[in-house]
């Protein structure tokens, strides 16, 4: 089946900086990645998405990119502000949805 | 805008009581999923389904069952709880997969045994 890892666990940045997360995933198959925000005691919600014929794609100071041949995706986020502090989680789908570990994002004022 | 509803969000149970989460959605989604999280160990998926009556084994399925009975509605029981089931368990729900449809969940329901 599918292995997504996702790096770093943990992730500090200034404000105003940007914040870089990294996947990978190993089944060819899966033609959709989308990227989700955990807030502390809320459900995860959808940020961002980008599917398999799309290398790039970007809203606001959000940006996700994807290298299909080395299976890797990213998620960045620019002028990163306080409410910023979360936890990500990227995924990969095809027939079923395969999630990385997290990353505790912390935005420092 | 779609939404998934769990009807409990805080619950402690005594070891050996059976349990059971109940989740709704209301957006006609085919599949309903029940995934597990734990800190370290991201979303851990326990069962899906992908029509009324179907269930499919996730990753994690030791211990719990999942019943479909109606579109809408997808439960998961813990047949004889133990602590280490001590967790957030969150629902979730999506059109059909291999499409590009994303996935939308529940805001959980933390469950402690004891």
């Known amino acids: 089946g599918e292995n997504v890892e996702q790096h770093p666990s943990t992730l500090s940045v200034q404000e105003g900086d940007s914040a870089v997360i990294k996947c990978t995933y190993s089944d060819s198959a899966s033609n959709y990645f989308p990227w989700y925000k955990q807030e502390l005691g809320k459900r995860p919600q959808l940020i961002i998405d980008?599917?398999?014929?799309?290398g790039e794609k970007k809203d606001q100071r959000i940006a996700v990119t994807l290298n299909k041949t080395a299976k890797h995706f990213s998620l960045h986020i620019t002028e990163t502000q306080p409410e910023d502090s979360a936890v990500y989680f990227c995924?990969?789908?095809?027939?079923?949805?395969?999630f990385g570990t997290g990353t505790s994002l912390t935005v420092i004022p | 805008d779609v939404k998934v509803t769990q009807s409990s969000r805080y619950l402690v149970k005594r070891t050996g009581e059976k349990v059971f989460l109940e989740c709704v959605q209301d957006m006609d989604h085919e599949n309903m999923f029940w995934y597990r999280q734990d800190p370290g160990l991201g979303l851990r998926l326990i069962y899906f389904s992908y029509d009324v009556k179907m269930k499919e084994k996730g990753d994690i399925p030791e211990g719990y069952s999942v019943s479909r009975e109606k579109k809408e509605r997808f439960s998961l029981i813990l047949e004889s709880a133990s602590t280490n089931q001590t967790s957030m368990y969150l629902c979730?729900?999506?059109?059909?997969?291999?499409?590009?449809?994303?996935?939308?969940f529940g805001e959980g329901s933390w469950l402690t045994v004891v």
């Open positions: 980008i599917r398999s014929n799309v």
């Open positions: 979730a729900s999506s059109l059909p997969t291999g499409a590009g449809n994303t996935i939308y």
């Open positions: 995924a990969a789908s095809y027939n079923q949805f395969y």
